[in-house]
């Protein structure tokens, strides 16, 4: 498979380009450009530093990191964050702090989250007067999970 290659600019010097822990996965590291404090129960847009410049057809999704959200009760707290191809800002974070009883402190150069590129096919929506029979029909909110 040919690799895409994702453009990618720093918005400040000490910034990191995402990066694959291992050969294979999916998500790359997101980087905090700067450290911080969120407070229990709190949320808070953690800067990353960078820009991406994906091509039409594509989406970045930015989705937590497993050992945040089971190690440190971190989550992002709109997963997975979208970014359009049509974006040209700062990649920032949505993080918010789950625990009850401990702020969640973070530095430059942490690992904040991942990012994950997807093909998005062109879409075009359209009235219609009925939609196909399925067997789970309008049945939704946990109806498949008896």
């Given amino acids: 498979m040919a690799r895409l290659v994702i453009k990618v600019k720093k918005l400040h010097p000490e910034a990191q380009l995402p990066k694959f822990a291992q050969q294979g996965d999916a998500g790359a590291d997101l980087f905090a450009i700067e450290g911080g404090r969120i407070g229990v129960g709190g949320t808070k847009i953690v800067k990353t530093g960078i820009a991406i410049g994906l091509p039409e057809g ?27 191809s049509c974006y040209r800002g700062e990649v920032g974070v949505v993080i918010h ?36 029979e399925t067997g789970r029909g309008a049945g939704g909110f946990g109806s498949t999970g008896k």
Wanted: with cysteine; hydrophobic share 35%; net charge negative.
């Fill in 58 to 84: 594509y989406e970045a999704q930015v989705r937590c990191r497993s050992g945040l959200a089971i190690k440190r009760g971190v989550e992002v707290l709109n997963a997975p964050g979208t970014v359009d």
């Fill in 97 to 132: 702090n789950t625990k009850r009883d401990e702020d969640f402190v973070y530095h430059a150069g942490d690992r904040i989250a991942q990012l994950i590129v997807k093909p998005v096919p062109p879409v075009v929506y359209e009235e219609v007067e009925d939609l196909d």
